[in-house]
């Protein structure tokens, strides 16, 4: 059965750090992992789709990378500023079946 | 292009009602989603249609939540009757062919008293 954890489950940190958000999977046959945002009181927001076969994935600031092999993403986040502040999903897309897999989440606060 | 719609927004019922979600997914889109978020957790597949027909239901309480997608477009998600552990925010998603990249709608927040 397929298991995703993200940690930390909150960070803070000043403006202007570089940051990483960790999420882990048990079962490393994934069809594909995203990673979405959530600000408090609406609904979730893709921020970047991660294919199997694929090690990486960029958008502007933000860089998500795939060890299938390990079982772990990284979300990185460069020059965090206070508009990133909410809470970071990864979601995990199960080969068999493509049943979807969601971790609970990292709550970043970018302080000013 | 138009996002995923849901309707209502918000909704607050009495313990033993019945209550109905409605979502419209982005135009073109084969698959819907219909997931159940609790405060503080991330959200939990509840059934995934593709096209018209059901995929998986697996995680869904079907002793009272039942969902349908008409000609394989709209979706309603209706739960008769609700319970307090119902209360959650009820997300409705929808995905395209190829990379199955998941859009979602704002959610209906469901309030169970």
């Known amino acids: 059965k397929q298991e995703v954890t993200q940690i930390p489950a909150a960070l803070s940190v000043p403006e202007g750090e570089n940051l990483v958000l960790n999420c882990s999977f048990t079962?490393?046959?994934?069809?594909?992992l995203q990673w979405f945002r959530q600000d408090p009181g609406k609904g979730l927001t893709s921020l970047l789709l991660?294919?199997?076969?694929?090690r990486e994935q960029t958008s502007g600031r933000l860089n998500a990378s795939l060890d299938k092999s390990s079982g772990r993403s990284t979300l990185y986040i460069a020059a965090s500023q206070p508009g990133d502040s909410a809470t970071y999903l990864c979601a995990v897309r199960h080969t068999g079946g493509f049943k979807t897999i969601f971790g609970a989440g990292t709550r970043l606060f970018v302080k000013a | 292009e138009a996002g995923v719609a849901q309707s209502p927004r918000y909704k607050i019922i009495e313990k033993r009602q019945s209550v109905a979600f409605w979502c419209n997914p982005i135009?073109?889109?084969?698959?819907l989603y219909w997931y159940q978020q609790i405060l503080g957790q991330g959200p939990k597949l509840l059934i995934q249609f593709q096209n018209n027909g059901v995929v998986d239901d697996s995680q869904l309480p079907k002793d009272r939540f039942s969902a349908e997608r008409l000609k394989g477009v709209d979706s309603t998600l209706k739960i008769q009757p609700a319970k307090l552990e119902d209360s959650a925010v009820y997300l409705c998603?929808?995905?395209?062919?190829?990379?199955?990249?998941?859009?979602f709608g704002p959610g209906t927040r469901l309030t169970v008293t």
């Open positions: 079962d490393s046959a994934i069809y594909n």
């Open positions: 135009s073109g889109h084969a698959t």
């Open positions: 991660i294919q199997s076969s694929q």
């Open positions: 998603a929808s995905s395209g062919q190829g990379y199955y990249e998941q859009y």
